[in-house]
Nanobody, 126 residues
Framework: VQLRASGGGLVQPGGSLRLSCAAS????????MGWFRHVPGKEREFVAA??????????YYADSVKGRFTISKDNAKNAVYLQMNSLKPEDTAVYYC??????????????????WGQGTLVTVSS
């Protein structure tokens, strides 16, 4: 299984970016898919996730991004997306996509994911 995140870049505060995660092996439909982010000196934190269809396919968000970020997936394209609007400087981080089949109770935790992409850098600055 391979995950490749893309779409990061430099954006001004208040702007938008759309991250993409291309997955191999047809896992998007069968796995829970998540986005995490990491800032040097801090722990990697949960951003958003979408449960696999067998677990209801519901979306989950960290409180810090709720109402601004939207996670979605396209099973046919085997891809997951993170639409990020109203970006703030504190959203600056390396963003990682991940895939896992853990129970729903672990969907917001790193331990719930088996496969990780390489990360894409998002910088929010004027």
């Amino acid at each position: 299984v391979q995950l490749r995140a893309s779409g990061g870049g430099l954006v001004q505060p208040g702007g938008s970016l759309r991250l993409s995660c291309a997955a191999s092996g047809g896992i998007v439909s069968a796995y829970g898919m998540g986005w995490f982010r990491h800032v040097p000196g801090k722990e990697r934190e949960f951003v958003a996730a979408i449960a696999r269809s067998g677990n209801g396919g519901r979306a989950y968000y960290a409180d810090s991004v709720k109402g601004r970020f939207t996670i979605s997936k396209d099973n046919a394209k085997n891809a997951v997306y993170l639409q990020m609007n109203s970006l703030k400087p504190e959203d600056t981080a390396v963003y990682y996509c991940a895939a896992g089949q853990a129970a729903l109770g672990f969907i917001t935790r790193q331990i719930g994911y088996k496969y990780w992409g390489q990360g894409t850098l998002v910088t929010v600055s004027s």
